[in-house]
């Protein structure tokens, strides 16, 4: 079932000329993790605006095309500290906000919470007052915040931006997990080298239009490490002139030596 | 010589929340330091004290020769040039242009020396294309950017930067190392936030890692990103790049792209050669 479906979207922000999102088509499936790669100011930001239905709907512009959703969103924005309610002085009521806006039972906000605090390895700073929280910390307290309203489709901006090693890792797990359960999850990321592990589907962005889809092997081509978008360790191969095709992570560079 | 940086047995709590713990380390001018450690080490809480926006509860610490204590935040701006994690927050002005020549023209240090270091600041970050729009019209990646090129407009003798790489693309991300090196090899200090640790490789040189608070490791960034057994307790994962070298036992085990480049050539023409 798809969760998302652009049919050749063209996007522009108020006041601009020159369109942000050029024809896009692209669907995301429950189940899927669908990752939008590219320069700054390729569109991908754009992209899950429109897809959370908040450009135009919100902070107005023109879309032009259909955008069709079959699930609510949540999205996460680059910002996270932007995404704090201001209402609750616990991490707990922080991510209890947007349930309780939705109008659910106690039990069931209660419920939810305490999952998705589980979830983000946030169950110790759950009475913490969100203020004192480290920048990562509260990140994670924004993906919390967003799950815990159970979105059927999960949109992430740099999601992995404010985290540590460990933190990162644990999203990424996290993200699997809840393409596993049968949400549809759609992300840019400058973090390249996540993506093997983590993508089922790359697609990379080219000044606001659809330059390639494929698996995550895209990112070893040499048309995507010549643009800056192929993952490191191919990037090293490509640089070092060696003959392609390049590995995509360190695995495959063993691998391959063997 | 006298250090750019002194923290000198630095102790800091929030209320009753302790976040640094007797911190000791100093930077040299020219020297370029990675600080690293997990989310909620004080990494931070570091930046706001050489801002002078924290003071410590005990210890001191030293901007050059002066104690932030005696300091108020504009006076530590002659010498300290600060991009903090959420850069969004320090842009006020109606253009990026505006918001970089905000800090020299407060200085106080002359129209046209403003202009000149504006003008340097905005070029070594690409951005004066963008210097004529306002800085929350640009994407959040781009703020930082606008930042970072204020904090360099200052020109201080030492460059304090809270994750400055956060959703930069690759060809920005290498334009941010080219213009830190650039200044560094003027001898300004730096002293680098950051979990982008290909970026720390790429860019700087030692790693000063912090655990809870107190110092953990203090040592060339060379010899810690190329040990993972090192890497792991500190809750610091290695880059690819440098776990590319040692898994292929690299000579020379090379953190930076190019070196590793080069590295994997060498050894691919000596596997050719008959």
Known sequence: MKSLTLDHASYWYAATDSSALRAVSLDVAQGEVVALVGALGAGASTLLLVAADLAPRVIGGRLEGSVSRHDRSGIVLPTPWTQVSGMAFTVWDEVAFGPANLGWPAHEIARQVDRALERLELVPLASRDPATLSGGELQRVIIAAILAMDPGLVLFDEPAAELDAEGAALLWRLIRLLAKEGKAILLATSALDALPDVADRVVWLEDGAVRAVGTPDLLAEGAACDAGLGTSVATVWRTGGLPAPYPLTVAHAVRGRR | ?274
Request: proline share 7%; charged share 25%; with cysteine.
């Open chain 2, 1 to 274: 010589m006298i250090p750019a940086l002194r923290l000198d047995d630095v102790s800091f709590s929030y209320g009753t929340v302790p976040v640094l713990e007797r911190l000791s380390f100093s930077v040299a001018p020219g020297e370029r330091v990675a600080l690293l450690g997990k989310n909620g080490a004080g990494k931070s809480t570091v930046v706001r004290l050489i801002a002078g926006l924290q003071r410590p509860s005990e210890g001191t610490v030293w901007v050059g020769d002066w104690d932030t204590r005696d300091c108020v935040p504009e006076q530590l701006a002659w010498r300290v040039g600060s991009v903090f994690q959420h850069a969004d927050q320090q842009l006020f002005a109606r253009t990026v242009r505006d918001d970089v020549s905000f800090g020299p023209r407060a200085l106080g240090v002359g129209e046209r020396e403003v202009e000149r270091r504006t003008d340097r600041a905005l070029e070594d970050l690409d951005l004066t294309a963008h210097a004529e729009q306002h800085p929350y019209d640009l994407p959040p990646a781009w703020r930082k950017i606008a930042a970072l090129a204020g904090a360099l407009a200052l020109e201080p003798a030492l460059l304090v930067l809270d994750e400055p790489t956060v959703g930069l693309d690759r060809a920005l991300r290498t334009r941010v190392t080219r213009a830190l090196l650039d200044r560094s090899a003027g001898s300004v200090a730096l002293l680098v936030i950051t979990h982008d640790l290909t970026f720390a490789a790429e860019t700087l040189e030692r790693g000063v890692v912090l655990d809870r608070g107190s110092l953990a490791c203090d040592e060339s960034l060379t010899g810690l990103l190329g040990d993972v057994t090192r890497l792991e307790p500190l809750g610091l994962a290695p880059p690819p790049v440098a776990a590319l070298s040692a898994a292929l036992d690299l000579p020379g085990r090379p953190v930076r792209a190019a070196d590793a480049a080069a590295a994997l050539a060498r050894v691919a023409r000596g596997r050719l050669a008959p």
